[in-house]
């Protein structure tokens, strides 16, 4: 039996369809004062998989996931499988500064206490953060669904970008799949909406030795987990184009998408931005509804 809470009620209808399994319908509502309430309708199984992801509003939806499977714990379910396809406050795995709250670490441990028997999740930004957790977890990644949309798009071989050398690892996997070359820029980020990026060898030898030839004239598919603020996108974009792509695509796993970025990562000169539906936006073309049903599965 699936259950999707209301921030990925698509996506778990799909997976329900998928798994020719049933989907549960649960009623949510915010009371005058704000507090939600959720009621489970029906009579439910003894293993239940609960889809929830918990962006925007985070608090609201970490609420109802929290709802839901302590709930489904207290109305018999014995094993609750938890999917958070995109899981909010995972980008603070540590204190950066003195006193900072861990929230991944925080967020972890009140999915566990709730209930939850398993948790799976998509690119999870840090893997550390599934240490937190004490009950089995599983990061599945998403570039195998999206290597298969860039691969139904173009018909020639694409160059796959990292934005920096931490996405590295997702271009070099989508490279794979397509047997296609792959690539990074070299990022510094100045704040939280400010970022420097500069073209390099992909050997890294020095940020003098530009690496030209591998982008003229070639369809560029920028890869990256999260796009926030899309200061890292737009000046790869931008960098891309100098360099004579001859288009620049951008593709993500979570698009978070704030402050504009959709819009300014078109004015840079994208030809177009998509995402996973690990949380509902415009870009949302990537189904992990299979992704998802294929580790129920197992
Ligand atoms: C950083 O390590 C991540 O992989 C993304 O590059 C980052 O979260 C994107 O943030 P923004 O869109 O605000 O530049």
């Keep these: ?67 839901l499977i302590a709930n489904l714990k207290d109305l018999g379910a014995k094993k609750v499988r938890v999917v958070v396809p995109y899981m909010g406050y995972a980008r603070q795995e540590k204190r950066f500064h003195d006193g900072e709250a861990v929230s991944a670490k925080i967020v972890a441990n009140l999915i566990q206490a709730a209930g939850a028997d398993e948790f799976i ?56 799949i397509l047997e296609c070359e792959c690539t990074y820029l070299s990022k510094v980020r100045l704040g939280p909406d400010k970022v420097e990026t500069r073209i390099v060898d992909v050997e890294g030898s020095s940020d003098e030795t530009v690496n030209v030839d591998s982008v003229k004239d070639k369809k560029a598919f920028i890869i990256d987990d999260i796009i926030a603020t899309g200061g890292t996108i737009v000046n790869a974009v931008k960098i891309l184009k100098e360099y004579g792509a001859k288009s620049v695509d951008v593709c993500c796993v979570h698009p978070i998408l704030v402050n504009g970025a959709t819009m300014r990562i078109y004015s840079a000169g994208a030809n177009s931005v998509i995402s996973t539906n690990s949380l509902s936006a415009d870009s949302s073309r990537v189904s992990l509804a299979k992704s998802i049903a294929n580790v129920l599965r197992d």
């Design 1 to 67: 039996m699936i259950i999707g809470g209301s921030a990925s009620q698509d996506l778990a209808a799909h997976v329900a369809e998928e798994l020719n399994d049933d989907l549960c319908y649960v009623e949510t509502k915010k009371f005058p004062d704000g507090e939600r309430y959720l009621r489970v309708d029906g009579n439910i199984d003894e293993e239940v998989t609960v889809i929830q992801s918990t962006g925007y509003p985070q608090d609201e939806n970490l609420m109802e996931l929290l709802f």
């Design 121 to 176: 999740t998509f690119n999870i930004h840090e893997k550390c953060v599934l240490d937190f957790f004490d009950i089995p977890t599983t990061n599945i990644s998403a570039m195998g669904a999206i290597a298969e949309y860039i691969d139904k798009k173009i018909d020639e071989k694409p160059l796959i970008v990292a934005p920096d050398k931490g996405a590295y690892p997702f271009a070099q996997e989508i490279a794979g």
